[in-house]
């Protein structure tokens, strides 16, 4: 029999077209002054001052902090902390992509918890009070943030990614609306959707997966494998981008609960080092770490492979494996994913750092979530196989 097991997400999710015009509803009961967390891309496209109008419906004010502009930091955090107080804040919203929730997740945290948003991690730390209110508008596809008890800071003076997870970290709501996601453009459409598509398959594959967290994960895949290539050609087809919306918030819940592994745990030293956007950096490792792993998980991904194929379709669970690394290979691609090299990474730079960027991996401790467990070597070996990665290689040929 199964241990016990636990599910968290969101107190409230809405999600759908025009959900955006719940936030003052949801909003109403938190408070009278919003901090708005946002960016200069979400402003310029009108997404703020909507956000601000809804707000206004129902009298409350608002104030916006758009100092997010590349994966967060704490120094982006310390300053919308700062702005919370001085302008009398009560609750936060976050409005863009995982970045912006990120940075909104630790700002509700100190507000009532005081000190370094660092001393959290790895539970040095545990959150004692209750944390600020906080709303959470995803603008991608991609990151699941808003449905996740998971922030990840970089820490400005070690270039290290800190990713910190506890309960008090997870939004008080979520609101889904696709129609933010219409003007993503394709680069973007391509590394988000990955990243969640990477989410989803982590999720399923963890050691500390259960039955929710499996329906939710094959949920995902079902939503996300169908549609990728189709918000990525078509950017304005709304039923594509509302299914990537969907199911990056259903890969958001799967991971929340069971946790990520080699892939994330690899990617968040690249991000730090060399500054490559998380969903890319995902993309770069999960073809490549879903081969390794592949001995080790041969019936999960053989569940995964058996989604490309027509029913009547019969082979043997190795061959539905193969197929699924072959296929999610062949998507990164199609999406013109690049390897690390590709992506003007300096060769010498890179070996440079491999010690240090296997260390942080494996201190994250999301790769002991892996079904093939990694030491430093072996992770070290894997970065330098991704740096030249071809993703167009066949894997059922090699």
Not at 224 to 233: F, G, Q
Not at 275 to 295: D, F, K, T
Request: aromatic share 6%; charged share 20%; proline share 5%.
């Amino acid at each position: 029999m199964r241990g016990s097991c636990r599910i968290q997400m969101p107190n409230t999710i809405h999600y759908g077209g025009d959900s955006l015009h719940k936030i003052g509803d949801v909003s109403a009961p938190l408070g009278k002054k919003a901090l708005i967390i946002s960016d200069e891309i979400m402003d310029g496209l009108g997404y703020v001052e909507k956000c601000k109008e809804l707000l206004a419906e129902h009298h409350i004010q608002s104030s916006v902090y758009l100092g997010v502009h590349s994966e967060p930091t704490d120094e982006f955090v310390d300053e919308a902390l700062k702005q919370f107080q001085s302008d009398d804040c009560e609750f936060v919203i976050s409005l863009g992509g995982g970045s912006c929730i990120d940075t909104a997740k630790a700002i509700a945290v100190l507000k009532t918890n005081p000190g370094d948003i660092g001393e959290f991690m790895g539970g040095k730390r545990l959150v004692e009070h209750e944390p600020t209110p906080h709303i959470a508008i995803p603008t991608t596809a991609g990151t699941g943030s808003e449905a996740t008890d998971v922030t990840v800071i970089t820490n400005t003076k070690t270039d290290v990614k800190m990713m910190i997870k506890q309960p008090a970290f997870m939004p008080t709501v979520a609101i889904v609306d696709p129609m933010l996601t219409m003007s993503v453009p394709k680069s973007v459409t391509a590394a988000t959707g990955v990243d969640a598509l990477s989410h989803a398959i982590e999720a399923y594959i963890s050691k500390k997966a259960h039955p929710m967290t499996d329906a939710f994960a094959i949920a995902a895949m079902e939503n996300i494998l169908p549609n990728i290539k189709t918000a990525y050609d078509n950017g304005n087809n709304h039923e594509a981008r509302e299914k990537m919306a969907i199911g990056s918030l259903q890969a958001g819940i799967a991971f929340s609960n069971a946790s990520v592994c080699l892939v994330h745990g690899m990617s968040r030293p690249i991000g730090a080092m060399f500054h490559v956007p998380h969903g890319i950096s995902n993309a770069m490792l999960l073809p490549a770490v879903l081969e390794y792993s592949q001995s080790d998980c041969v019936e999960r991904l053989a569940t995964i492979g058996k989604m490309f194929c027509d029913r009547g379709e019969k082979m043997t669970e190795e061959e539905y494996a193969i197929l699924a690394v072959s296929k999610v290979k062949e998507l990164c691609s199609y999406l013109d994913i690049p390897n690390l090299k590709g992506w003007g990474i300096e060769g010498d730079v890179f070996s440079e750092v491999l010690p240090k960027m296997a260390e942080d991996a494996i201190n994250s401790g999301s790769p002991a979530n892996n079904p093939k467990v990694s030491n430093q070597e072996e992770i070290i070996e894997l970065y330098k196989r991704c740096f030249t990665y071809d993703f167009s290689e066949s894997v059922i040929n090699q």
